[in-house]
């Protein structure tokens, strides 16, 4: 089947909706809407798309896959685009640590701290600084990446203690339901558990809460949120498999 791809004037509209949505979730609890990035989730979709969306002023961009992004981010720089920051958002094994250091401006899929020095090891190589997020499965879905709340506080200090990352906050993947409220509370203990780790970890900000997709972003903003990673709600549906030829 053929992708049904968004026109121009529908990603404008996509965008221009979501946009107003975080401005008034953000209202709704009295804070600043330029406090949330916006992180459109471009994963499976072609660069001509996502040229679009930068040309509609989307500067944030996640991917899941590096073999799938590095063309694209080539191709961004190809054609002179900038400033825009990449974000590896899927599980990253430490084997392609050195693929994503040079590339990828975040790595919002942190999860062990063999990956953690690996990065830290390559970025080195490169004299380079890496921003990471480390991800939590606040949940305890058995199907999710991440480490446990008490593994977050464990590996913290010794995050903050490699030189080349820049350790700046959390990120989860909430359970998928039919109504975001169900997840509220979700939100609500990565929130928590960030200021554990401003405790456990204090040399780092630990500034950035990465929580909400299509489903629930609005209730991830209203729970502290400072990083949204929206995909369908801004390019529409994807193939369901993400292994099928996505054009
Ligand atoms: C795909 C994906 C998203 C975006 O999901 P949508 O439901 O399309 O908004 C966000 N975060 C991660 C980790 C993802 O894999």
New binding site residues.
Partial sequence: MINNLPSYATLAANIAHVRANIAQAAERVGRRPDTVTL?A?S?TKPVELIKLAYELGLRDF?E?RVQDALPKIAEFRHAGLHPVAWHM??HLQRNKANKVIGSFDSI??VDTLQLAQALNHHAAELEQRIAILLQVNIAGEASKEGVTPEEALALAPQLVALPQLDVQGV?T?APQVQDPETVRPVFRRLHELRERLREAAPQSAWQHL?MG???D?CVAIEEGATIV???????G??ERTQNAASL
């Fill in positions: 992180v989730v994963k996640g899941n958002i899927g919002q899929s990120m993947v990465s997709m299509t489903d972003y990673r929206v995909g369908r709600a801004i390019f549906e994807r």
